[in-house]
């Protein structure tokens, strides 16, 4: 069983909007939906829990129903912080399925992650526990503990950012959120599920990500989306990069026309 938790709690202070950012329509879609659809036609995700905002449930329930995202099994409340949401989830997944499901963590303002490092991420929990997505820094990154002053500035050809999705075997998250949730700070400066694994001293293995995988953020990062979306576009209308995304879809379309 494979599965995704997409957790989109977040308020859209830093978009500055007025409404959370994962429901800011882009084309007259809501960001969330277009996250929800790359795991939704992936053909090897199984099932999808998602943690939004309370007030924002019964939205989200007929978005589900008008974009028919079958995979979505539960629509939960978030949590206090962010990864008091995902831990929600993981446990509302844990009541369902079996331990050795294989659970990816996406963020649901990212609906750019590609098709093929979905894939990459199920097999590298495969082979070694656990996959974290990221991409190579091709910029120079600064270390600064007062934000003034350089302390720091790591070689560029060791430096990579983290993205999303984060993937793991469910009993091992689950199990390294436990340990985290019982010590006094709990999740101060766990950013990340990468973050809370290697806090138990779980080796984190690497998935490289592609570029256009954006966390949609700030009103730039609209933009950036709206960029992204039309080259996306542009790639179908020339027959170019067809992604097994659209394959898939043919592929449920044949299945249930022969049931």
């Known amino acids: 069983m494979n599965i995704a938790v997409v957790f989109a709690g977040g308020s859209g202070v830093r978009m500055g909007s007025g409404i959370p950012k994962q429901f800011l329509e882009i084309n007259g879609k809501p960001i969330i939906v277009y996250t929800l659809q790359l795991f939704q036609y992936h053909d090897k995700i199984d099932k999808i829990y998602l943690s939004v905002l309370e007030r924002y449930i019964p939205y989200m329930n007929m978005l589900i129903e008008e974009y028919r995202l079958q995979k979505v099994a539960q629509v939960l409340p978030g949590g206090e912080t962010a990864q008091d949401s995902i831990y929600h989830a993981l446990k509302a997944a844990e009541r369902e399925n079996p331990q050795d499901s294989i659970v990816l963590i996406h963020d649901g303002v990212r609906p750019f992650v590609s098709y093929e490092v979905i894939s990459n991420n199920i097999e590298s929990v495969k082979e ?32 990579f950012a983290a993205q999303a999705p984060q993937s793991f075997y469910l009993r091992d998250i689950i199990a390294a959120h436990d340990a985290v949730r019982q010590t006094e700070t709990r999740y101060e400066n766990m950013v990340d599920a990468c973050t809370i694994i290697r806090s138990q001293g779980i080796k984190a293995h690497m998935v490289m990500g592609n570029r256009g995988n954006i966390k949609v953020t700030t009103p730039e990062d609209v933009y950036i989306f709206r960029g992204l979306l039309q ?4 790639e179908q209308a020339f027959g170019l990069g067809l992604t097994n995304r659209i394959e898939t879809r043919m592929n449920q379309a044949t299945s249930k026309s022969a049931t």
């Open 231 to 234: 080259y996306k576009e542009n």
């Open 128 to 159: 070694h526990g656990n996959g974290i997505t990221c991409t190579p820094c091709y910029e120079t990154i600064m270390i600064s503990s007062d934000g003034k002053e350089v302390g720091q500035v790591p070689f560029r050809k060791e430096t």
